[in-house]
């Protein structure tokens, strides 16, 4: 394996954007990129990155703006900075133009979980004329805590009156988050949602380039709740390429994906916009992180792998 270090300014000018490509030692097939979720980075997908690459496919992976390596070099955690939410999303473009100029016949698939599906969708619907397949994990969608009016309300005033860079004392956060653990019978702390795995959300807390507790600028918690809605919006379906192969993953037990229900809403909304080629599962009994849940990442690997491999002809 060979590892490519590549650092870019972000769309939003004020953070050098931390990012990997990982080359295999076989012969190349296909470019897997990696966009990772909120409040974590792109190195706690190395298992899912080992794969790919014994499967043949170079990996591009990032740390998003306010997070991982990114943050660290910026000092700003938990921001994506001005108009973040199409920072993020042209940020991926930049990592895809690079790595499409490294191997320039491979196509080109993205891997979104949670964050990352957002980001995956909007860059689909933005940049797919170069993108052979899609795939998306922890599905973002039917979050009822991010549809609170009157949460959205106090946010927005919040930012007219001027306070966008303040952070937030855990209010929104909250808010957007509630009621992600009600449907667990044994709750021993509030990230429980991320695995079943007791040790998989042990590591989410304690990994210090995750940082998953650093306050969030109110302004990212706009932008955050800005891309979703438009994700997530029916108008915004048909602006997917129709002829796009796409594979939407998660588990039951997802509250991000609304307990599975939001994963196959949104096929159900690619399916109604014309797409045709789709694949979905959800795993019953598995959380958020289904590719990194220690009893069935293979499986969601494999899956992945066969979802890529099916694109190859």
Same mark, same amino acid.
């Given at each position: 394996m060979a590892i490519r270090e590549v650092d870019f300014l972000s769309h939003n000018g004020r953070d050098q954007i931390q990012g990997w490509i990982y080359e295999p030692v076989r012969p190349t097939r296909a470019i897997v990129q990696i966009v990772h979720g909120l409040g974590e980075h792109s190195r706690r997908y190395l298992h899912m990155i080992t794969r790919f690459l014994d499967a043949g496919f170079v990996v591009a992976a990032d740390d998003h703006a306010g997070h991982g390596r990114t943050a660290v070099v910026s000092g700003v955690w938990g921001d994506t900075g001005p108009d973040g939410a199409t920072a993020v999303v042209e940020d991926e473009a930049t990592l895809a133009d690079l790595v499409r100029e490294l191997h320039p016949d491979l196509p080109w698939t993205v891997f979104g979980h949670s964050w990352g &599906?957002?980001? +995956?969708?909007? !860059? @689909? @619907?933005?940049? +797919?004329?170069n993108l052979r397949a899609l795939a998306l994990c922890g599905v973002a969608s039917q979050i009822h805590g991010m549809e609170n009016e009157a949460t959205r309300a106090s946010l927005s005033a919040r930012i007219a009156a001027g306070e966008g860079e303040a952070r937030d004392d855990g209010t929104f956060v909250g808010a957007m988050f509630d009621g992600f653990t009600s449907r667990y019978d044994h709750v021993n702390g509030p990230t429980d949602w991320i695995a079943v795995d007791p040790d998989v959300v042990r590591d989410h807390s304690n990994d210090p380039f995750n940082n998953f507790t650093a306050p969030m600028s109110l302004r990212f918690i706009q932008d955050f709740l800005g891309l979703y809605d438009q994700v997530t919006a029916h108008e915004f379906y048909p602006g997917v390429p129709t002829e !796009?192969? #796409? !594979? !939407? #993953? &998660?588990g039951d037990g997802d509250p991000v994906a609304n307990f599975g229900e939001g994963t196959y809403h949104v096929a159900n909304q690619l399916a109604l916009s014309g797409h045709r080629d789709l694949r979905t599962r959800v795993w019953p009994g598995y959380r958020h992180e289904i590719h990194n849940d220690p009893a069935i990442r293979d499986e969601v690997e494999d899956e992945i792998v066969a979802f890529v491999e099916k694109q190859l002809g």
């Amino acid at each position: 394996m060979a590892i490519r270090e590549v650092d870019f300014l972000s769309h939003n000018g004020r953070d050098q954007i931390q990012g990997w490509i990982y080359e295999p030692v076989r012969p190349t097939r296909a470019i897997v990129q990696i966009v990772h979720g909120l409040g974590e980075h792109s190195r706690r997908y190395l298992h899912m990155i080992t794969r790919f690459l014994d499967a043949g496919f170079v990996v591009a992976a990032d740390d998003h703006a306010g997070h991982g390596r990114t943050a660290v070099v910026s000092g700003v955690w938990g921001d994506t900075g001005p108009d973040g939410a199409t920072a993020v999303v042209e940020d991926e473009a930049t990592l895809a133009d690079l790595v499409r100029e490294l191997h320039p016949d491979l196509p080109w698939t993205v891997f979104g979980h949670s964050w990352g &599906s957002m980001i +995956g969708r909007a !860059l @689909a @619907a933005t940049h +797919g004329e170069n993108l052979r397949a899609l795939a998306l994990c922890g599905v973002a969608s039917q979050i009822h805590g991010m549809e609170n009016e009157a949460t959205r309300a106090s946010l927005s005033a919040r930012i007219a009156a001027g306070e966008g860079e303040a952070r937030d004392d855990g209010t929104f956060v909250g808010a957007m988050f509630d009621g992600f653990t009600s449907r667990y019978d044994h709750v021993n702390g509030p990230t429980d949602w991320i695995a079943v795995d007791p040790d998989v959300v042990r590591d989410h807390s304690n990994d210090p380039f995750n940082n998953f507790t650093a306050p969030m600028s109110l302004r990212f918690i706009q932008d955050f709740l800005g891309l979703y809605d438009q994700v997530t919006a029916h108008e915004f379906y048909p602006g997917v390429p129709t002829e !796009l192969p #796409i !594979l !939407l #993953i &998660s588990g039951d037990g997802d509250p991000v994906a609304n307990f599975g229900e939001g994963t196959y809403h949104v096929a159900n909304q690619l399916a109604l916009s014309g797409h045709r080629d789709l694949r979905t599962r959800v795993w019953p009994g598995y959380r958020h992180e289904i590719h990194n849940d220690p009893a069935i990442r293979d499986e969601v690997e494999d899956e992945i792998v066969a979802f890529v491999e099916k694109q190859l002809g």
